[in-house]
């Protein structure tokens, strides 16, 4: 089927040719334009961020895949796969555009993508068209000889790139010296390190090297009920409104969960406000959720009465709480599936996916939140002419060998301690008789307001 494309629709409202207004009318152009033409490696390569020294560079993609029409590089990619059939796996996020992902052989969420990239352990590549942190994630989870293609080194995250290793082992020490290290009389550890999946490798070992362990959006209060059985409080990184959001839900109050600001001393609380902790919550966001605003709820219910206004958990507090319901992105399309036909939804989440959920779904209305069109700039640069280029490349093309380009490494010094903090989430379950909330059936664990 021909589905939606937010690309295309930023180019019409460009060019004027479409009403509407974009965030960013940049991203009309080619990613490798949007990349000043030295796209870089890994943590730090969100836009405007200092490239780690040392790290290794792309360099420029090839004009012949700058210049190709958007049908020729369909065709490209089309027969450089039907070429290397089961020999390449392309894995494809729920926010990657629309023209990416008509190649991928899964689609979902975070959580969803590193279950997927065990079910192919025969593929020799893994092409992951997502952002930096999910392809770390896939080369912790795939086997030795996989080799995990991220096709645009520059696709990095911002939420990410919030949390680093430095700020937040100095983080470690000071809660080492306030709390201490000895577990309690029931045997919990004085502090838990929970770390969201959208973060390095480097903080996902340090959360297998001290207890720890990760989260997504879709499985947050497991892990979070996981973390409380076994440590007296939680340091949750790095997005403060998936922890803030998640505890809340599960009965932390507000003032048991203060904020971790790196740049200040003790994160800016006092030692009594982190004696009383429950959840520290590190001072990092997503940008695009972060757009999402109570103003645009009340617009939305006032123009479509009647509407289910269903979020993401990495939106404020404030947007969570005046929704309709809240969940990661595999519940809000579990939820817009079973819903009846002819109902109106109002979604907060990166516009990719409520664009191609409204195409999905003609028997429903509908329509992002936020009436600007704003795409995350991250995922944005995978970009079809990238895809074509890493998979001729495995084909081996113009004459030159096979070759793996852009493949994503996880230092061994990382890896070991990366894989314990992600199995133990893997392995983590909600408890038996825990009470569910009014999820779709099949969606995983979410929030509804009465
Ligand atoms: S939507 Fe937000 S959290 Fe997700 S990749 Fe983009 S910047 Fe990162």
Redesign the pocket.
């Known amino acids: 089927m021909t589905i939606a494309s937010v690309d295309r629709t930023i180019r019409l409202i460009s060019t004027g040719t479409a009403p509407g207004s974009t965030c960013s009318p940049q991203l009309a152009a080619g990613p490798w334009e949007f990349d000043s033409g030295t796209p870089g490696y890994g943590p730090g390569s969100s836009m405007g961020d200092v490239l780690p020294t040392g790290s290794p560079r792309q360099g420029a993609l090839p004009e012949r895949y700058r210049t190709a029409s958007a049908d020729e590089l369909d065709a490209r990619i089309r027969s450089a796969k039907a070429t290397l059939g089961d020999r390449v796996v392309i894995l494809g996020h729920f ?1 990657q555009r629309s023209e990416v992902l008509e190649h991928a052989d899964f689609v979902g969420d975070s959580f969803q993508l590193a279950q997927a990239t065990k079910s192919r352990p025969d593929a020799e590549a893994i092409v992951f068209c997502g ?1 930096h942190f999910m392809a770390e994630t896939a080369d912790l989870l795939s086997g030795p000889d996989q080799a995990v293609i991220l096709p645009n080194l520059a696709a990095g ?4 790139d919030m949390a680093d290793i430095d700020s937040v082992t100095d983080c470690w020490e000071q809660l080492e010296e306030l709390y201490g290290t000895e577990a309690d009389a029931s045997g919990r550890v004085p502090v838990i390190p929970v770390t969201y999946m ?1 973060s390095s490798a480097a903080l996902k070992a340090f959360c297998g090297a001290n207890g720890g362990i990760v989260c997504t959006s879709s499985n947050a209060e497991t892990v979070l009920k996981w973390a409380f059985e076994r440590g007296q409080r939680v340091l949750f990184f790095p997005d403060q409104h998936l922890g803030r959001n998640t505890a809340k839900a599960m009965g932390v109050p507000l003032e048991r969960m203060p904020m971790w600001n790196p740049r200040k001393p003790l994160g800016g609380s006092t030692e009594t406000e982190l004696d009383a902790a429950q959840v520290i919550l590190w001072h990092g966001f ?4 972060k757009r999402f605003t109570v103003d645009q709820i009340t617009t939305a219910r006032a123009e479509h009465p009647g509407v289910r206004v269903i979020v993401h958990p ?1 939106c404020p507090m404030a947007v969570v709480d005046a929704a309709d319901e809240y969940g990661s992105t595999d519940y809000i399309k579990k939820a817009i599936e079973a819903a009846p036909a002819g109902s109106t939804f109002a979604i907060g989440t ?1 516009i990719n996916l409520v664009q191609r959920l409204a195409a999905e779904h003609p028997e429903h209305t509908i329509f992002c939140l936020d009436p600007v069109v704003c795409p ?1 700039s ?2 944005y640069r995978i970009h079809s002419g990238y895809l074509a280029w890493v998979l001729e490349a495995l084909v081996g093309d113009d004459g030159q060998p096979p070759a793996v380009l852009n493949r994503i490494e996880v230092p061994a010094t990382d890896a070991t301690n990366a894989r314990v903090a992600l199995e133990r989430m893997l392995a983590a379950r909600p408890p038996a008789g825990a009470p569910t909330s009014a999820a779709p059936a099949g969606a995983p664990e979410s929030g509804t307001r009465a």
């Not at 995250?157 to 990410?160: H, L, R």
């Open positions: 926010y952002v995250c911002s939420m990410a959208n997503c940008s695009v959720h990495e990166e995350c991250t995922m």
